[in-house]
């Protein structure tokens, strides 16, 4: 297992619009690789610890991401997990409103369903590293990369790493009848 080297965008070598990493703290060696479906049930854990930034899912939901998205990759750093992204490209099988309103709107994209940290992590860069190695294993002929920001809860700090990194919003989207409201994000790359 190798670890972890930025690939600050191979499609553009300068980093995303408005990061700073100089305000990260963290000297931690993180290692990323594909996750294993022995990983599911750690994953899920973390994933749940964050809910409502991300929404709750079950374990058999986590293994058909495991089995399905066309990222699925897990940070390390001494063999503890200390962050997750999945991604995925248009045609899953995956009925997700913010996915599907993505689908409708793009021809092709790299969406990030979810990233998730844990706290021992946070502030380390790492869900920057995330994102640009997500970047990185996405074909060249994709132009954009979305996501969604939660507005209602608001999830601020999300906004602002999201933001930072130069995503912008492009529609808004009322979910759960109309209890959420998330902000659509691109980032053209």
Known sequence: MAHYTPNFHKKNPSHFAGSDHSSYTSPMLFNLRDVSHTDLDAVLELN???VPA???????????FADQAAYFRIAEDNDRLAAFLIGLRPGS???SPNYLWFCRHYDDFGYVDRVAVADHARRSGLASKLYDDFRANLPDSI???????NLKPPNESSMRFHEGMGFHQ??????DDGKNEVALMELKL
């Open 48 to 50: 749940e610890s964050v």
């Open 143 to 149: 132009s954009v990369m979305t996501c969604e920001v």
């Open 93 to 95: 099988d995956y009925n």
């Open 54 to 64: 991300v929404n709750s899912i079950t374990i058999e939901q986590m293994r058909w």
């Open 170 to 175: 492009v529609g808004s989207l009322a979910i």
